[in-house]
C-alpha cells in the first residue's frame, strides 16, 4: 500500500506562489498522480492529473491552467505543484492521489491512494 505525504502548505497574499509537494514510500513510476482541493463546504475537485510512463501528460482545471504546473520526479517517488499568482479562491486543502490502473479477473480496476493533505491559504 502506497503512503502519500504532502508538504508546502503555507499561508500567503493573494499574488504569492506556493510549492507542493507529495511523496510517496515506494516507487511511483507506475502511478498516475493527481492534485485534488477541497475548500471548506465544497467538493473536493482535481486539480492537475500526470500520467505514468516515459512521456508523461499533464492536465490541468481550467480555473488554475496557465497559474499551476505539476512536475513529477520518479527518482524522488514525488510529485510536486508549483502555485503562482495566487487567488483568495485557491484557498483550500491540498490531497495527493496515486492511482495504478490494472486488470483483474479480465476487468478493469482501479487502486488509488491518498494523502491526508496539506492546507494552502490565500488571505490579504
Known amino acids: 500500500q502506497v503512503q502519500l505525504v504532502e508538504s508546502g502548505g503555507d499561508s500567503v497574499q493573494p499574488g504569492g506562489s506556493l510549492k507542493l509537494s507529495c511523496t510517496a514510500s515506494?516507487?511511483?513510476?507506475?502511478?498516475?498522480m493527481s492534485w485534488y482541493r477541497q475548500a471548506p463546504g465544497k467538493q473536493r475537485d482535481v486539480v492537475a492529473t500526470i500520467t505514468s510512463g516515459r512521456n508523461p501528460t499533464t492536465t490541468y482545471a481550467p480555473s488554475v491552467k496557465g497559474r499551476f504546473t505539476m512536475s513529477r520526479d520518479n527518482a524522488k517517488n514525488s510529485v510536486y505543484l508549483q502555485m503562482n499568482n495566487l487567488e483568495p479562491e485557491d484557498t483550500a486543502v491540498y490531497y495527493c492521489?496515486?492511482?495504478?490502473?490494472?486488470?483483474?479477473?479480465?476487468?478493469?480496476?482501479?487502486?488509488?491512494?491518498w494523502g491526508r493533505g496539506t492546507q494552502a491559504m490565500v488571505s490579504s
Open positions: 492521489r496515486a492511482v495504478r490502473h490494472r486488470i483483474v479477473l479480465g476487468r478493469p480496476k482501479d487502486f488509488e491512494f
Open positions: 515506494e516507487s511511483i513510476d507506475i502511478y498516475d
